[in-house]
């Protein structure tokens, strides 16, 4: 289906799009979930510091990874949470969406679904295959090294703003060019 010449200039001048007819978007779509303390004052993390072929190497990240056929979204988070971490999620809030394009060791396109996990039963497992996990003080997340644009929407994923966010982050050599987003 082509874009009307009149749309693609309205969209490449107010988004820089550049649209291409014959390419559709196909990003890796992944979850990202972090994990609520009961005191609502820590977030379980991981440490990535086991595989030195990982892209996300001696960064602290929330829990999560890549949707798999015959699952939705949330199928997803759950799965991810219970391989890395070995606890049960029993309360799962949708905080936003993120669509991070250039990122990646190869440059691939992701859309992430972020959430805030409320509530789990278990006992969460202290190391997995990745690294370690601990819990971190939530007003403390800045001081920590992660991914330079996970500190735009951070902020966001633990506010008690009760709409969902929806961002636009590309990437490009391992940083963020920009950050933008809205609420609804």
């Keep these: ?10 969209l490449q001048k107010n988004y820089a799009w550049n649209i291409d007819d014959n390419k559709m978007y196909c990003p890796i779509v992944a979850t990202l979930g972090y994990i609520l303390s009961v005191d609502r ?11 030195q072929d990982d892209h996300h190497l001696d960064k602290y990240n929330g ?3 890549k949707m798999l056929p015959g ?9 991810e949470i219970y391989e890395e971490a070995g606890i049960t ?3 799962i809030v949708l905080r936003g969406t993120i669509n991070w394009t250039g990122f990646g060791p190869k440059g691939e396109n992701w859309l992430g679904f972020i959430f805030r996990i409320e509530r789990f039963s278990g006992t969460p497992l202290t190391e997995n295959e990745e690294g370690t996990l601990s819990w971190e003080p939530i007003d403390r997340l800045a001081e920590y090294p992660m991914w330079e644009g ?3 929407f951070l902020p ?14 590309p990437y490009e050599n391992n940083r963020p060019l920009k950050w933008s987003y809205e609420r609804i």
Excluded: A, N, Q
């Design 71 to 79: 699952e939705d979204i949330v199928t997803c988070m759950r799965r």
């Design 150 to 152: 996970d500190r735009f």
């Design 1 to 10: 289906m082509s874009i009307p010449l009149f749309l693609r200039g309205i």
């Design 89 to 91: 999620c029993e309360k």
């Design 63 to 65: 829990l999560g990874g």
């Design 156 to 169: 966001l994923v633990f506010d008690e703003d009760p709409r969902v966010f929806h961002g636009y982050m």
């Design 41 to 51: 004052t820590k977030t379980l993390l991981i440490h990535r510091k086991t595989r």
